[in-house]
């Protein structure tokens, strides 16, 4: 099978338990607009209705033009996000300096902010919740 190119990949991330916390942050750090949240009691399940209540089930919203998914998950309390970051590519430097300066708010910073060999600035941070970003400026040609 050929993957159609309008396919898009977009990334869920699973808070389990911390999700309302996790979109006030972001919306707090990069200004991220919800475009959808339903909570566990508004879903068809009763069981999950009951013993979910208010957690998050599904909600969605945009960073930049890409849609991130998020939800509270079983609600373990334990977030693990091994393996994988999201790549924050944003127009200057300046830019730059403000996300990062807002995702390591509470986070590890594993990388700082510096030129490198294919970027003006780029950064490696692992947010309040475990989210790895590496916040990158997109040389000009």
């Known amino acids: 099978m050929n993957i159609p190119a309008s ?3 977009s990334p869920y991330l699973f808070f389990e338990g911390h999700c309302d916390e996790a979109l006030a942050f972001y919306q707090k750090a990069l200004g991220v607009q919800v475009q959808f949240l339903m909570r566990y009691q508004e879903g068809p399940e009763p069981a999950c209705r009951e013993a979910m209540g ?9 960073i930049g033009s890409t849609l991130v998914m998020v939800s509270d998950g079983r609600c373990s309390g334990q977030t693990k996000f091994d393996g994988v970051s999201l790549s924050l590519t944003v127009p200057t430097p300046a830019d730059a300096e403000q996300a990062f300066a807002a995702l390591s708010d509470g986070g590890t910073v594993q990388m ?20 790895s ?9």
């Open 112 to 131: 700082p902010m510096s030129e490198t060999f294919f970027s003006p600035r780029f950064g490696m941070v692992a947010d309040r919740f475990g989210v």
């Open 133 to 141: 970003w590496m916040v990158y400026v997109k040389p000009e040609n």
């Open 54 to 62: 208010d957690k998050v089930m599904h909600a969605s919203f945009l």
């Open 7 to 9: 396919s898009v990949v």
